[in-house]
């Protein structure tokens, strides 16, 4: 069944638009007037709610199988102002100590800050957003935690896609790093090959703890606000390496199709991207040392969405449901004071290698950092 979930994954990775949370949404730079945006599909709302919720699914159905033991169970919920969801939690399995995929559809008549400072066009226009995102923290500390986040947003004559993946492993392998890249790569250069090139080295950017000055983990992917006007970087960092490359490559067109497409693409390369990473995983044997440090660098992923994620500020701004908001925290975490990793250790290959900004795909050295640290095969 999870090959054939596989096989059906890879099929769609081409994104076409067959028809049939929590939001990541960080603040975009302001921008002069622009003009009038397309306006999306008639059905573009019941497309993306379609889109997103089959994502949930079959997301639901790979990390069941591949887990064994472990069942998501499933709450509904309603929000007052308008709109609802759907969290399922997986809790004690097998492969994962504890996993969630969220799915929520949301509206009203008043927009947080975070939204208004950038977009203030779309001020006193009804809003409606809809996303499913998911976090994953497994057992052995040999797999890596892995986060997804695929979002649609309209007010009034806004509206945007976003969405994004990104690896955070403990004891990582090179290998694993490239696989997760190179699916990612392949389902955005499906839909337009400039894509990986931007979202890259965003995701790099946003996921980045500015207090330890590391990245999260491996990166993967980042994108937000993404409509048919101008450049393809709407970050915050107009001198970073993402502004640099989207420049570079100038204003690209793109439709809503488009935009569905590539959100399509990237969502079902998820399972492909991560499942034969686990497999091949799961029964690396550990002991106390690396469930010590796993936990530790738990913490980090504490840090990060507690204090940085824009996802939990317009959850919490929107009063949207908070145990789901928070569903991406780890069950188990510790903090050590003044913690140093043991020179020449695995434990310090990761984060003197991989909490850096790496060309994941291209540069050969890395081969020859990792070996000596058994973090190649």
Known sequence: ????????????LGGAPSGPAAFATPAAPAAAPAPSLERPPADSRARAKALLMGLQDSICAGLEQLDGVGRFEEESWVRPEGGGGRSRVLKGGRVFEQGGVNFSEVEGEQLPPSILNQRPEAAGQRWFATGTSMVLHP?????????????????GPVWWFGGGADLT?????LEDAQHFHRTLKGACDSVNPAYYQVFKPWCDEYFYLKHRDE???VGGIFYDYQDPRGVLYKGQAPDGPAAAVSNRIGAVNQSWEQLFALASACG?????????IAEKRQHTPYGERERQFQLYRRGRYVEFNLVFDRGTIFGLQTNGRTESILMSLPPLVRWEYGYQPEAGSREALLTELF??????????SLVARCQPHGAVG
């Open 268 to 276: 079902n390369a998820f399972l492909p991207s991560y499942v034969p």
């Open 139 to 155: 057992r052995n500390p040999y797999i890596p935690t892995v986060h997804l986040n695929y979002r649609y947003f309209e007010a």
């Open 355 to 364: 909490t850096r900004p790496q060309n994941w795909l291209e540069d050969a």
């Open 1 to 12: 069944m999870l090959k054939a979930l596989l096989a059906r994954a890879k099929n769609k």
């Open 215 to 217: 990245t999260r983990g």
């Open 169 to 173: 492993p403990y004891y990582p392998f």
